[in-house]
């Protein structure tokens, strides 16, 4: 009896242990569960058996972040698959029509500019326009290079005109086309001027600029190749080069501005559309704002839109970002950096309409040249910078100049071939100013009316009349308010023109500039002389808005 009592008592023991552990490892489980970071708690959570797949569209520069989730998403309560497709720069927005995609993160809002009202969600709508990380882009160049950019005050716009200005500089920059990197560092080069001195000026030197600027070879880093080089290269990029090539480098952030990648959240309004895969595109969404996704970007070099800089950066290896970022890149921004950079993009049918009347023999003020003489520089600058399937036609205008008409075509528009831009070339080395008044609204009138019968598709059509003065000294011509009521008649929108006129001067339109608004025209002041040559520029590689 003594015996079984003992066996029984040992039973008990072993019972009281084993059950011991089990609370053990059922504490020591819950106790995982609360305090263990978010990528060990997935880990011991259970596979997804039904896991919803999402069809993601992103850059290169944030496919790792994703990557990095995988094994987060697959488990516990995300329960997704990822089907990633990279498409990079310009290429993504035209894929996203015809894709399966549910979401889409490029790595700049302004790609996202230009896309249809019912392709991407509204902003809000299932996160839509979110900024989900950042990317600052630094100014890297060897030593003396950047010490030079300092002293010229260490602002993007002081880099702009020593790139533009002669200073015997040179610039490499990522492919624009291929990605934000490239599109977003030469937006700052050009809104840094364009903020300070206007769009014309910007125009000017983004065009400059590109006479010295070289694109990195593909699938590199944009780093300085010599002396009296700089490179702009955005953060996530550098910070793998630090303990390498560029340990003998040096990294500026402009002091006026910061120029940043803004990765931002697009789902697509097809996907909203639907409450599974919107469900599914709010677990996604709320996983890469969580301290895991966050992780993960910093581990891709990338900054939350408000923190810091990545982990692993040594402290005074990279600047410190002092200045404000710049805004959001217009879209009429975006299509001055690939103007400038790439010459074909400048294709325009363009009519260049010129004043003659005596008052443009006068030199322009500050100067001994005849504002006439300025004009025919400029354009003869539009000849030499539209591509060759460009055309370009040429007027001249006055008071009765060609009786009955206030004007007279000296070159019809035509494709800019070599013999038509000889002849261009020939009517402009004769321009000069005649004893006539303005004549300016049958002239304008006249032109619009050619331009919208020329029309060409596929390219920007446009007018352009350069004129010192207002309509006056032209008896029986039209009154603003015909020549409004008529630009309306004309207006088609299957065949855009617009009209703008360049006023140089300060005297008032009289109301021109609202009679031109049905057009999407306008009236452009010129008020200095170094801004004649400037609006031609303009008008060849960024259009006149």
Known sequence: ????????????????????LILVIVAASALVAILAPDSVRQAVAAPCSDATTLHVVTTSSFKPVLDDLRPTLTRGKYCLRLDVKVVNGRSALPSLAVSSADVWIPDDTAWAMR??????APSGESGAHAVLATSPIYQVADRETAQRITAAGGTWASLAAMLAGGAGMRLVVPDPDESGDGMVALAALGDAVWLRKGM????????????????????????????????????????????????????????????????????LSAAVAKPDRKAALGRLLDLLKSSRGK??????????????????????????????PFAVIKPHHVDHVFA???????????????????????????????LIKLVAGGVASVASLLPPDSRLGLWEFGSKLDPPRDYR?????????????????????????????????????AAYGSAVASYQPGMPNQVLVFTDGVNEFDPGGITLAQLGAQLRGLYDERRPVTLTVAAFGAKSDGGLGKVLKVTNGSVVRVDSAAK???VFVHAAVGGLR
Do not use: C
């Open 1 to 20: 009896m003594g015996r079984h009592t003992t066996g029984t008592r040992k039973r008990g023991v072993g019972a009281r242990v084993v059950l011991a």
């Open 295 to 324: 992780k993960a970007m910093g581990a891709a070099g990338l900054r939350a839109p408000d923190g810091g800089a990545p982990p692993g950066v040594a402290p005074g290896r990279l600047p410190k970002l002092t200045a404000p």
């Open 532 to 534: 004649v040559g400037a």
């Open 200 to 267: 014309d000026s910007a125009t000017v030197a983004s065009v400059a600029i590109r006479q010295v600027g070289r694109d990195a070879p593909e699938d590199t880093v944009a780093l300085p190749g010599g002396a009296s080089e700089v490179g702009l290269v955005p953060e996530y990029a550098l910070i793998p080069k630090l303990k390498t090539t560029a340990a003998q480098l040096d990294a500026l952030t402009g002091s006026d501005r910061t120029a940043m990648l803004r990765f931002t959240w697009y789902p």
């Open 409 to 445: 075509p000296l070159v019809p528009s035509a494709q800019l071939n070599g013999p038509h831009r000889a002849a261009l070339m020939t009517a402009v080395g004769k321009l000069a100013a005649l004893k006539t008044g303005t004549g300016l609204y049958d002239t304008m009138l």
């Open 340 to 370: 400038a950079w790439y010459p074909a993009e400048r294709k325009a049918n363009l009519l260049v309409v010129v004043d003659v009347s005596g008052s443009m023999g006068a030199a322009a003020p500050g100067t001994k040249t005849p």
């Open 115 to 120: 896309a249809g009202e019912d392709l991407l």
